[in-house]
DNA sequence: TTGTAAGCGTTATCAG
DNA sequence: CTGATAACGCTTACAA
């Protein structure tokens, strides 16, 4: 900048003022600088811009895990918004268990983010509270707790009570929740909306039934085991997010069961028989997520913060026939090789 | 800092040193300054370090999509490499047309990171020469061209003779390639080795049996219909990517061919029948790409730069029936509802 | 062992 | 409209 303010002849300042289009340059000013910031190819240092002003342009992401398909929609949405606003993307993965959270997102945080959007792992974010005056916070997918902050799900509540009740419509008096953990908020809530729908239909919860953990190959087949061993069998499933239905179904392989899952994921369609499922849109919540952080970044006001429910829509296909008319679910044709790593 | 220093009664580089772990320091003084450093919970300003040395601590990725699951992993594999060295990942998808690559890279790079890793979409990469002195350039999944780069590929065109051959070993003589463009290098690759097989076989290449363009539901389904419309009928598919698979199966639905595929993904395993399927690694490759990133930061030497191609193994599954014994692929049963968004 | 001074590239302030 | 100067927080080079 210094070379480009020599060779046109004027201060650093006025170089400074014609790159940042201020007014206030007379235009044969304004073209003799142009013309030295042309032949010297010059480019701005962003690294001297954002440590002037104290804050980097860049949106920090935390996830479970950045491989999940569901996280991975969450990041492009972000990612898109982000990038219509020249601002970057840091992603971090924090673990399925919850321990590590705090020391990744710490570090994180010490970076300097403008923002920082994360669908959390761990039980508490009370220690949020230190930055949240200095940063906009936005969660996604899952509330925070300990600290009050902007946040964006989807109806889990009401999705699972729909599918729930869908499997009941059909016909089906027992029917097992298999899913992840409950101290998860979005298994929670999925729970209490498959809870809901039993009781409105008059039909007991029953705690065997629930089978939590499933979200590995080895959590799903001990699900498996439980599923076949109750007395009297369930005649359904209700999955309740896309990690579990995805090593579910390969351990459901030939039962006689009905299936119904929140969490729409690719193939799901092509299963034989086609998964009935709970669709849900994490590009949008991405995408929502990053605007209200742009939104807070510019208003300096002060606005509460809001929890935004999205809503979820059933995808009828045809795993929910009802117990009479029972199929083999996902047939086993395979000799050999196992399922895809994760 | 400064703040830390009156307090313990030292200059800022004391404080500077303490916070270093630097060795010339007295016991005496650096007691008083860790407690002045602790009583104030004095945290470093990254931006001003960064700042200072030029360069920032964090590692590049760009790559056509990060929702697709096959760069979702690789950006995994990055990121896991990259946290154990405290560095972060800033994500940015290019989208898979290849024009708006150039412009997103610069204005990524104008960022002044620390280094890059990318998976590109453009045919040529030779912009990129004005940054290859100023930091590590690293290729991942695609190699770059009009420049010379460190890169981290599978065995395309091994892993399409592999598969092709074994389709040919099943007794199948007239076998269709499906895939995404021949602009792309690993679909180029994948070409070259489904036509070196059939060659070894001393079978005919018929451009006819070349479907491209088929990663969306549309293209897939202008290929299953080129395929019907085929005289005499291919007997067997090779899908070239995941991405066409997974929009290709569904598009298959009924009829009745062998296939195989580069690429395995959640769920080919429990389909109907089993894809039989080329395994990659992509964690692999993230996790190597980003230790040579971290190799080139920390030496300065001028190693020459390296082209390192990752074995692929054939899963056999179920798919690859012999002509006269083939099955139905992938029954419908849907009554209502489409696939799941990608 | 410790401190002082200078500088990284940019922009805000304030004077001219 | 333009320019000199300071400041952002930290580290390196050099002195004491």
Redesign the interface.
């Known amino acids: 900048m210094r070379d480009v303010a020599r060779q046109a002849g004027v201060s650093v300042k006025t170089v400074s003022r014609v790159f940042n289009e201020d007014r206030h340059v007379l235009p044969e000013t304004r073209r003799r600088v142009e013309e030295a910031l042309a032949a010297l190819n010059y480019?701005?240092?962003?690294?001297?811009r954002?440590?002037r002003d104290?804050?980097?342009p860049?949106i920090g992401l935390a996830v479970p895990?950045?491989?999940?398909?569901f996280f991975?929609?969450i990041?492009?949405g972000v990612?898109?918004v982000a990038?219509q606003h020249?601002m970057?993307?840091?992603?971090?993965?924090l673990g399925a268990e919850g321990a590590r959270e705090e020391g990744?997102v710490e570090?994180?945080l010490?970076?300097?983010l403008g923002a920082l959007v994360m669908a959390p792992t761990a039980t508490d974010q009370g220690y949020l509270s230190r930055w949240s005056s200095k940063l906009p916070l936005v969660f996604v997918d899952r509330p925070p707790r300990g600290i009050d902050a902007d946040c964006f799900v989807e109806d889990d509540l009401g999705g699972a009570r729909t599918a729930t009740a869908h499997l009941i419509d059909r016909g089906h008096r027992r029917i097992a929740f298999v899913g992840n953990s409950e101290d998860i908020s979005t298994t929670a809530n999925r729970l209490h909306g498959y809870r809901a729908a039993l009781e409105e239909a008059g039909l007991p919860f029953e705690r065997d039934l629930v089978l939590l953990g499933a979200t590995t190959a080895a959590g799903a087949g001990r699900a498996a085991a439980a599923l076949a061993a109750a007395d009297p069998a369930p005649t359904a499933v209700f999955s309740s997010d896309a990690q579990t239905t995805?090593v579910l179904?390969?351990a459901l392989?030939g039962r006689r069961l009905a299936i119904a899952a929140f969490g729409?994921?690719?193939?799901?369609?092509?299963?034989?028989?086609?998964l009935?499922v709970v669709?849900q849109d994490p590009?949008a919540l991405g995408r929502l997520a990053a605007q209200r952080v742009l939104h807070r970044l510019e208003g300096d006001d002060r606005e509460p913060s809001s929890l935004v429910t999205l809503p979820v829509r059933l995808?009828?296909?045809?795993s929910c026939r009802p117990p009479h008319d029972l199929v083999e679910l996902?047939?086993?044709?395979?000799?050999?090789?196992?399922?895809?790593?994760?």
């Open positions: 480019t701005p240092n962003m690294l001297a954002t440590f104290g804050r980097s860049v895990s950045i491989s999940d398909p991975a929609a990041a492009d990612e898109q990038a020249d970057s993307v840091l992603i971090t993965s990744i570090s994180l010490r970076r300097q995805m179904v390969p392989s729409d994921f690719p193939m799901a369609a092509t299963l034989s028989p086609a009935t669709d590009d995808i009828e296909r045809a996902f047939p086993s044709t395979t000799p050999s090789g196992g399922d895809a790593r994760s």
